[in-house]
C-alpha cells in the first residue's frame, strides 16, 4: 500500500472517529432548557357543526395562536396570532351554524405581567375565509343561537343578549338570584336554560324570550345539575344530588353520594324521576365536562361511580331500563357524542391503566371497541359533522399532543400540524421513554409511576434522584407529554431534568384518579393524616434500590399538591432527602380550614388538631434540608400566606437553607411561558448545587 493511500485511509478513520464522537456528545449534551420548554401545547379542540373544518388554540412559548385545518386536505393553518408572553388567550371557541366563522373569547381575568389597566374579555369573530376579525361585543361565555341571529352571552355575572346583525346594543335578558350559569339554547332558539346555584341548592331555570319570563323545573331542597335539552327540544333532563349540609366535604371528593336522574316537561312542568342510584353521584357528576347527555332512541348517557370505577350508563326515559356502557376496573374520563346520536366515543384507561385511548361504544347495548392503542395518550374526541371522521389530540413520549383525523371507514389517519415548523428548536429524539413501574407503601398500597433513565448512564455511575410529585390530588401523570398546560410543563422539567444526569421518578400517589375510588378515596389522606406521605417514601426506597442511583442524593419537586409533600418530606425527613423545590404548596391544612372556610376538604373546628399534626409546619423543627419556594402572589387556590408563613418559621429556626422566588401578581398556574422557565432554571440550578454538586461526608 502505497503513502498516498495510507493517508487517504487514514484521514477517513480519522474523520468518521470525529462524527462518531460529536455525534455522541451531541446526544450526551444536555438541550436548554428554553428548547425543551418551547415544545408547544395545543388545546381546545373543536369541530364545525356544518362542513369538514376543525379549530384549535397552540401556546407556543406564550405565543398563542388560532388554528383552523379543513377538509378534504386538512391541513393546518394559523388563523389568528397574538404573538406577546402576556397571559391574553383565545378561549370559548364556537363556529357559527354555517362553519363559515368563529367566535371566542380573547383575554384575561388575571394580570401576570401588573399593567396598570386591567385586561378585558373581548368576544370576537373571524371569518375563516378572508381571515378578518370583528369585536361583537365585550363579555364571555359566548352562544350563538340555532339560527345564527342572535349571540347570548354573560357579563358581570349576567345572561346579555346580542343581535348578530349588528347595528343594536346588547340587552340584559333576565336577572335572577343565585350564580346562574350553564346556559344553553332550545334546539328552536327560544328559550334558554340555565342553573342557578344558591348556598346549599340550585334551581333548573327555562327563561321564554317570547313571554320574558322564568320557569322553575322542580324547584326543591335538592342540589339540581347539569340540565340538557331533549332532541325536540319539549323536554329536559337533569341531576338531582342532595341538598348541601353544612360542614360537609365537597362532593368532589366523595363516590357515596346519591343522585337520580328527571325529565321534565317544559311546557306542563310535569317531570319525573328517571332512575336514581344510591351512591356512586359526587365525583362522577362534578369532575366530568358533560356528566349527562341526550342520545338516541330517547336515552340519556350518564357517568356514575358507583362500582368503584368511573363508567359510562345509558338508561330509558320511557322505562328506566340501565344499561352498562363500560365496565370493569378502569375508569373512562371524557366522552362525546356522534352527531345522530347512536355512538358514544371516550378515552380510558381500560387495559392500561396509566394511558387514555380511545374507544367507541353504542348507546343502547354493546360492547366497547378500541380505536387506538400503543405508547401515546389520546384525549378531546370530537366527530366532524357528517359523523364519518374523528378528530383529537394525541401525544408519545417524546412528541407533545398534537390534532389527528381519524376515518371511521379504513381508519385513515392524518396529523394536522408540523411541529418542526411551529418549534425549530424542539427535537423529540433527544427525549427520554420514561418507564412505568410500580412499587409497594408499607400498608400494602400499591403506586404507579413514571421512571425517567438518563439516556448517558456509564456502568457503574451513581446519579443523584428527583421525586416528582402532581397537585389536584386528583390528577394522573402518564409516560408521554400530558393534556394539561401545567403538567405539559411539568413533563418537559422531568425531561430536562433526566437529560441533565437525575434520574426521575415521577409519582402517583393514592389521592389520585385513574385506579378507582378506593385509591383516590383512600383513608387518612391529607389533612385527615397524610396517608400518602406513604407512597412518597415508598418512591425512595425504590430509588434507593436501583442501581443508577447515589441513595444521599434524592430531592422532591412539585406543585400545589406536591409542593404540599415536598414540604412534608423535608419536615419530616429530612434524613431522607436532600434538598427540595416547593412550588406554591399548602403548608399548614388548619390555616386553610381557617381561611377558605373547610378548605376544599371539610377542615372545621373538629378538624383543626389532626389537620395541623398532618401539615409540615408541625414537623418544622425537624427540618435540616435546603430548600427553593416558588410562589406568584395572586394565587387563588393556595393563599400566598402559606408559603410567607412556612418561611417565616423556618428563618426563625434557622437550621436549613432557604431560598424564595416570588412572582409578583402572578397566579397558581404561572400564566406566563417567561415564568415557567425563570422558575425551572432556578429549580435546576438549585438542584445542581444541592444534589449534583452535594458534598458527602
Known amino acids: 500500500m502505497n503513502r498516498v493511500l495510507r493517508t487517504i485511509i487514514w484521514c477517513l478513520v480519522l474523520i468518521l472517529t470525529l462524527a462518531q464522537l460529536s455525534n455522541s456528545a451531541e446526544i450526551q449534551t ?19 357543526p356544518a362542513g369538514d373544518r376543525v379549530a384549535w388554540v397552540i401556546n407556543y412559548k406564550g405565543q398563542k395562536s388560532l388554528w383552523v385545518a379543513e377538509g378534504p386536505k386538512f391541513e393546518g393553518r394559523r388563523l389568528v396570532t397574538h404573538p406577546e408572553d402576556d397571559s391574553l388567550d383565545f378561549s370559548d371557541l364556537q363556529f357559527t351554524a354555517d362553519g363559515s366563522a368563529l367566535v371566542y373569547v380573547f383575554g384575561s381575568s388575571f394580570n401576570p405581567t401588573s399593567r396598570p389597566k386591567l385586561p378585558e374579555h373581548l368576544i370576537m369573530m373571524v371569518d375563516l375565509q378572508s381571515g378578518k376579525e370583528r369585536l361583537l361585543v365585550k363579555g364571555t361565555n359566548p352562544l350563538i343561537s340555532p339560527d345564527g341571529k342572535n349571540l347570548l352571552f354573560m357579563r358581570a355575572g349576567e345572561p346579555y343578549l346580542l343581535p348578530l346583525s349588528g347595528g343594536s346594543e346588547p340587552k340584559r335578558l333576565f336577572q335572577a338570584r343565585g350564580r346562574n350559569h350553564s346556559l344553553s339554547w332550545s334546539p328552536d332558539g327560544k328559550k334558554v336554560l340555565f342553573v342557578s346555584s344558591r348556598e346549599a341548592h340550585s334551581f333548573i331555570g327555562v327563561y321564554d324570550l317570547e313571554r320574558d319570563e322564568i320557569r322553575w323545573l322542580l324547584p326543591d331542597v ?37 343522585f337520580s336522574i328527571w325529565v321534565v316537561d317544559v311546557e306542563s312542568g310535569r317531570g319525573k324521576k328517571v332512575v336514581e342510584l344510591s351512591r356512586g353521584g359526587g365525583f362522577a357528576q362534578t369532575y366530568p365536562s358533560n356528566p349527562l347527555v341526550w342520545a338516541t332512541e330517547d336515552r340519556l348517557v350518564f357517568y356514575s361511580e358507583h362500582t368503584g370505577w368511573m363508567h359510562l350508563y345509558s338508561v330509558s326515559v320511557e322505562t328506566g331500563e340501565m344499561v352498562a356502557l363500560t365496565e370493569g376496573q378502569y375508569e373512562v374520563e371524557q366522552m362525546t357524542l356522534s ?31 378500541p380505536l387506538t392503542d400503543g405508547n401515546s395518550v389520546e384525549w378531546a374526541p370530537v366527530f366532524s359533522a357528517d359523523g364519518q371522521k374523528l378528530f383529537f389530540l394525541q401525544s408519545t413520549p417524546r412528541r407533545p399532543g398534537i390534532p389527528v383525523m381519524m376515518e371511521f371507514s379504513g381508519k385513515v389517519r392524518k396529523t394536522l400540524v408540523n411541529l418542526a415548523q411551529i418549534a425549530p428548536e424542539f427535537k423529540e429524539d433527544r427525549l427520554v421513554e420514561p418507564q412505568t413501574v410500580t412499587f409497594q407503601a408499607k400498608d400494602g398500597m400499591v403506586v404507579h409511576g413514571q421512571l425517567f433513565l438518563p439516556k448517558s448512564i456509564k456502568k457503574g455511575e451513581k446519579l443523584p434522584a428527583v421525586i416528582f410529585m402532581h397537585g389536584g390530588p386528583i390528577r394522573q401523570m402518564y409516560p408521554a407529554w400530558h393534556h394539561s398546560p401545567y403538567y405539559h410543563n411539568c413533563y418537559a422539567f422531568n425531561q430536562y431534568l433526566a437529560q441533565s444526569g437525575y434520574v426521575v421518578l415521577s409519582v402517583n400517589f393514592r389521592c389520585g384518579i385513574g385506579y378507582g375510588a378506593a385509591f383516590r378515596e383512600a383513608e387518612n389522606q391529607g389533612p385527615e393524616g ?25 430531592g422532591l419537586w412539585g406543585g400545589s399538591y406536591g409542593g404540599y409533600l415536598t414540604a412534608l418530606g423535608l419536615a ?50 425537624k427540618w435540616r434540608s435546603p430548600v427553593l419556594f416558588v410562589h406568584g402572589d395572586d394565587d387563588r387556590n393556595v393563599d400566598f400566606i402559606q408559603t410567607t408563613d412556612l418561611v417565616a418559621r423556618l428563618k426563625e429556626l434557622d437550621q436549613a437553607q432557604v431560598e424564595t422566588l416570588v412572582f409578583p401578581d402572578e397566579v397558581h398556574s404561572f400564566l406566563l411561558h417567561k415564568n415557567w422557565v ?8 438549585f438542584f445542581d448545587r444541592y444534589l449534583k454538586q452535594r458534598k458527602i461526608k
Open 339 to 369: 352527531p345522530d346520536r347512536k355512538l358514544v366515543v371516550f378515552n380510558s384507561n381500560c387495559g392500561d391503566l396509566e394511558r387514555r385511548h380511545l374507544w367507541k361504544v353504542q348507546v343502547k347495548s354493546g360492547k366497547p371497541e
Open 222 to 258: 335538592y342540589r339540581d345539575l347539569s340540565p340538557v335539552w331533549s332532541p325536540d327540544g319539549k323536554r329536559v333532563a337533569f341531576l338531582r344530588l342532595p341538598p348541601g349540609k353544612d360542614r360537609e366535604k365537597p362532593l368532589s371528593r366523595r363516590s357515596d353520594v346519591p
Open 30 to 48: 444536555p438541550r436548554t432548557l428554553e428548547e425543551m420548554m418551547a415544545a408547544p401545547h395545543i388545546s381546545r379542540l373543536l369541530a364545525s
Open 572 to 621: 419530616r425527613n429530612s434524613e431522607v432527602f436532600a434538598a427540595g423545590v416547593d412550588f406554591h404548596g399548602v403548608h399548614d391544612w388548619a390555616l386553610r380550614g381557617r381561611r377558605r372556610n373547610g378548605g376544599g376538604w371539610g377542615i372545621f373546628e373538629a378538624q383543626q388538631e389532626i389537620a395541623y399534626k398532618s401539615s409540615p409546619v408541625a414537623n418544622v423543627e
Open 530 to 554: 397524610a396517608s400518602e406521605y406513604q407512597d412518597i417514601l415508598a418512591a425512595a426506597d425504590y430509588l434507593k434500590s436501583l442501581p443508577q442511583v447515589d441513595d444521599r442524593r434524592i
Open 678 to 685: 425563570k422558575a425551572f432554571s432556578a429549580a435546576s440550578e
